[in-house]
């Protein structure tokens, strides 16, 4: 089994397109075959070597290797079309050859001209066949002279195209209604639908996995398969990936290219394991599965018909699944870009990758998207009792005797104390309520609140001890410094009075 994904290097790699990877992906790996990766670049205005980089590095991201490609070549190359020009000019040189293509003089004006008409009509835009019976050397003189033609395809005519689609079952079109598509265009380069079919038939594609917008292309490239003397692959056309209102994803339903999800902290292996379930269910009723659990299970005989909605919420339930059983290094270490956009600035190293690594517990269990951690761990390095104190009726509540109490005792208690760990805070807080009498809430807030500079956050068990485990990092752990809970406590205390 071979498969393919080819992307045109001309933007972002939609997600779209990165759930027709995956389903190759998933599919080559399921039966031991081979994924492959090429580039249609032949659109020279818009393609562009960084949309390619970009490409790559979305899909290296995701998980999805490839066993032929670009960068690390292969017994079926060029993988980029723009390498490739010189087997496109030989195939179309056979067609002209034996009659089955032809040149074509028509202008754009003219071609336009014709749609128009034709759609005002009522007719299907298709060619009108004006230059099908120029004869040969009459094409060869005109071109002798100067002009530069298209070269078209001869579709037959009256016949009736049936091909086995492997998720929609049989398919039939009429030639009739398709019109003799062009397959190389004046400039020289080839159209599409010829080079793919060129492409796919010389890289021994067996089966082809795309999007649904191209079942239209299919009977055209299945002519030009047999026009060539090649073997057809097994077609399977997905439905389209859709916005929450029932149309097509686009960016006016937000975030649409891979890249942006990973800007915005969601995990690979969740948006990986999201898209698969677009379209396909695994069976059992799981759904969260590794990806290699997803390709151990996958088949194209559970790809449903129905177009799939890409719901962010449900993205979001499955990235806080795999947040909370990631590794707490490895979700440190991807914060930190978004600490350094939130103006938290870091450039952490040994005991300060330590220091975050055992933050992150606080913020994973309680967030959707890493771009959201900073905000949950800044109690850690931004610290105001002014700011505290500040907050709606916050003050008010801090004045009352109860609360008073409660701060000028643990501002007292921690002035002497080692730093807090999780049973030491719990011995201290113990002690505070035999002390003041308080409890509950009544005892816990006016710490939280002194303590972190907030009304509302992780559970002080945690919170606490880590506030003191960064106070003791040393200058050189590239993290802001933190102020310990001893320093805080008589801080805020001070503030209380004034």
């Keep these: 089994m071979r498969v393919r994904f080819a992307p045109s290097p001309t933007g972002q790699l939609h997600v779209g397109n990165a759930r027709t990877a995956l389903f190759n992906w998933l599919l080559a790996r399921r039966h031991g075959g081979r994924f492959i990766l090429r580039i249609e670049d032949t659109d020279v205005e818009r393609s562009t070597r960084e949309s390619e980089a970009g490409i790559l590095r979305d899909l290296r991201w995701l998980g999805l290797d490839w066993d032929e490609g670009p960068d690390i070549g292969g017994k079926r190359g060029p993988y980029r079309q723009s390498e490739r020009l010189h087997l496109y000019e030989s195939y179309a040189r056979e067609l002209l050859a034996s009659g089955q293509g032809y040149h074509c003089f028509c202008s754009i004006a003219q071609l336009d001209a014709e749609r128009q008409a034709a759609l005002a009509a009522g007719r299907p835009a298709r060619y009108s066949g004006a230059c099908r019976t120029i004869p040969r050397d009459r094409a060869e003189a005109r071109i002798a002279a100067g002009e530069r033609p298209a070269i078209r395809f001869r579709v037959p005519e009256g016949r009736e195209i049936i091909f086995d689609d492997a998720v929609r079952g049989t398919v039939r079109f009429q030639t009739d209604v398709i019109g003799d598509p062009v397959i190389v265009r004046a400039d020289g380069t080839p159209a599409y639908n010829f080079a793919v079919v060129v492409d796919d038939a010389l890289m021994e594609v067996t089966h082809v996995i ?29 439905s389209l990936v859709m916005g929450p209102d029932h149309s097509p994803l686009s960016k006016r339903h937000g975030a649409t290219a891979v890249a942006e999800f990973r800007a915005r902290g969601y995990l690979p292996e969740a948006l990986v394991n999201y898209l698969a379930l677009i379209g396909w269910s695994p069976g059992g009723g799981d759904e969260l599965l590794a990806i290699d659990d997803l390709a151990r299970r996958f088949s194209l005989e559970q790809v449903g018909l129905s177009a799939g909605v890409f719901d962010e919420e449900k993205l979001a339930w499955v990235n806080r699944h795999y947040l909370k059983m ?7 270490e991807l914060a930190v870009p978004f600490f350094n956009q939130a103006g938290i600035v870091m450039a952490p190293a040994g005991r300060g990758v330590e220091f975050l690594a055992a933050a992150m517990p606080m913020a994973a269990a309680s967030v959707d998207r890493l771009d959201q951690v900073p905000r949950r761990l800044a109690f850690l390095f931004d610290y105001s009792p002014e700011a505290a104190l500040a907050g709606p009726g916050v003050r008010d509540e801090m004045q009352g005797a109860s609360a008073r109490g409660v701060v000028a005792a643990l501002a007292e208690a921690l002035e002497s104390a080692p730093r807090l760990d999780r049973e030491r805070f719990r011995a201290v807080a113990g002690a505070l309520k035999m002390r003041t009498g308080q409890k509950g809430r009544a005892l816990f807030h006016p710490i939280r609140v002194a303590l972190t500079g907030r009304a509302e956050g992780p559970e002080l068990d945690l919170a606490l001890p880590a506030i003191d485990l960064g106070a003791e990092l040393p200058n050189n752990a590239g993290v802001p410094p933190v102020l310990g809970c001893r320093e805080r406590a008589a801080a805020f205390v001070e503030v209380l009075r004034s």
């Design 210 to 238: 795309r999007g649904e917008d191209h079942i239209s292309n299919t009977p055209r490239q299945l002519l030009l398969y047999e026009a060539l003397g090649f073997n057809p692959p097994v077609f399977a056309h997905l």
């Design 326 to 332: 990631a590794d707490a290094r490895r979700l440190a």
